[in-house]
């Protein structure tokens, strides 16, 4: 009876332990599915923002300028893909930015969006070389690798606060 009980409690543990890595995985944004056609992901990001800013000619990116998500401002969000040897397209990558005349702003900036995606997610906090603080988190929906980073980035003469999920691998597997 003792060993029934033990294992009926590490099964539920085991349930509630994938249940939450699971509510982590970065599957989508704006409504667009890491993963899904470039025609379906522009229908549906027309549908939320109206026309884009911009789109390459050989549909690798789709730009918003100008975009609240979640409560937060972006200068800029780019939608990006991948295409397979045969033509066909996935939804690989987006980065949110704005952009920032000093460092002070665009820190300030960066710390915004980690304390609204802390509500959802574990983060992991680094610094980079140019002695920045950044954060990582979610999970990937392709890879054993983390979902998404908030950095701060130096542009010629600028800085920007940069939300980026992604890249992910649709076409190159591995073993």
Known sequence: MNIRKLFLSLAFSLF???SFAQGEICREICG?????SYTNVKNILERKFGKPNSWDIDKTCITYRGVSYGGIY???VLFKFQYSPTGFSYFNRCIMASEYKTAKEAISKRDEIKSVLAKKYKMTEAVDDDGFKYYYGGESPQQDNFGF?????KLDGTYAARLDYGPYQYIDEEF
């Not at 980073?149 to 980035?153: A, F, G, R």
């Open 74 to 76: 972006f200068s800029t």
């Open 32 to 36: 667009a599915k890491f993963g899904d």
């Open 149 to 153: 980073c908030i950095d701060v980035i």
């Open 16 to 18: 509630a332990l994938c």
